[in-house]
């Protein structure tokens, strides 16, 4: 089994749809949890941390259920710009990186 | 302020060769990162640096080597280019261990 498992879609949704994405990790000792943004053939940008509470930042919710070792990222209100490759990460020591989940917001 | 800078962004080596990758941040950060990332594959951990002197290796160090005399560079060296290196690198720096890492835009290698 993978350490940071994620869907790698594509995900094509119409603007203005709500999208998520999830992500399952092994490691019950993990300690932090981060959503990543990557743009094709660009650099990978922190996009939230991933509290236990959950947190929100505009239109992106992200969840964490240590119960069940998953990270969730919603998206409301999709934008043509949000189209990118979205990376969970998590950190049980080291950072571990998924290999990503691509989206692909079409007009 | 230019963050994480990498040079350089695009190289092509033939097999047997060396090359160092130039990598510097001035954020006055003290961890420091080198990741490959292959198609489709996340990103995977060459070495890292917690501060200036101090270098220890990540999942995939056999190839390659680095140094940190400074706590802005951290340069990495590929000796006897392999195929098998043909990626893309990444350099990354944080403040502190936390996974809130800064990243440079990329070195693409490719190997023939």
């Known amino acids: 089994r993978k350490e940071v498992e994620q869907d790698p879609g594509p995900f094509n949704v119409p603007e203005g749809a709500t999208v998520a994405f999830n992500c399952t990790y092994s490691n019950s000792a993990s300690q932090s949890f981060f959503w990543y943004r990557q743009d094709c053939r660009k650099e990978p940008k922190l996009l939230m941390s991933?509290?236990?509470s959950g947190n929100e930042d505009g239109r992106f919710t992200a969840q964490l259920n240590r119960a069940s070792q998953y990270i969730s990222l919603l998206i409301r209100d999709s934008k043509l710009s949000d189209s990118a490759t979205y990376l969970c990460?998590?950190?049980?020591?080291?950072?571990?990186f998924g290999q990503g989940t691509t989206l692909q917001v079409k007009p | 302020n230019a963050g994480v800078t990498q040079t350089p962004k695009f190289r092509i080596l033939k097999i047997g060769q060396s090359m160092t990758l130039q990598c510097t941040q001035d954020m006055n950060h003290n961890y420091m990162y080198w990741y490959r990332q292959d198609p489709g594959m996340g990103l995977k951990l060459i070495y890292y640096s917690v501060g200036a002197g101090i270098t220890d290796k990540g999942e995939v160090p056999n190839g390659y080597n680095v140094s940190r005399s400074t706590t802005e560079d951290f340069p990495l060296r590929l000796e006897l280019a392999a195929p098998s290196q043909t990626s893309v690198y990444f350099c990354?720096?944080?403040?502190?261990?936390?996974?809130?890492?800064?990243f440079g835009e990329g070195s693409r290698l490719t190997v023939l």
């Open positions: 990354a720096s944080s403040y502190q261990n936390t996974g809130e890492l800064f």
């Open positions: 990460v998590v950190k049980a020591g080291k950072l571990i």
């Open positions: 991933v509290y236990s």
